[in-house]
Nanobody
Framework: QVQFVESGGGLVQPGGSLRLSCAVS????????MGWYRQAPGNQRERVAS???????NLSNSAKGRFSISRDNAKNTVYLQMNSLKPEDTAVYYC????????????????WGQGTQVTVSS
């Protein structure tokens, strides 16, 4: 029903920047409320940032002041700009639908992409 293709991860030195992209296919992207999540080895998946269909954003405490989330409805894509990266930001990053302005199909909440690896190391 929906597919997420995350990209933009890589190896970066502390203090560096990366811009992650998540291309979404299926459904009405403009109505989706989207989130970026991450999971480090041995840790639970945690939400990093979210953006509503209106464009209203929310950042986790660890992301505030360093990360920003945006979306391009014409490209069905949500972005995560990450600046001043720290080693503790190392994780696999995923995007996900969190809600929608339109009805969603049964089981929509189980869909995740393959993620993109971010490694912050000198």
């Amino acid at each position: 029903q929906v597919q997420f293709v995350e990209s933009g991860g890589g190896l970066v030195q502390p203090g560096g920047s990366l811009r992650l992209s998540c291309a979404v296919s299926g459904g009405i992207f403009s109505g989706y409320h989207m989130g970026w999540y991450r999971q480090a080895p041995g840790n639970q998946r945690e939400r990093v940032a979210s953006i509503a269909s209106s464009g209203t954003t929310n950042l986790s405490n660890s992301a505030k002041g360093r990360f920003s989330i945006s979306r391009d409805n014409a490209k069905n894509t949500v972005y995560l700009q990450m600046n001043s990266l720290k080693p503790e930001d190392t994780a696999v990053y995923y995007c996900k639908i969190e809600d929608s302005d339109y009805p969603l199909w049964p089981g929509w909440d189980v869909y995740w992409g393959q993620g993109t690896q971010v490694t912050v190391s000198s």
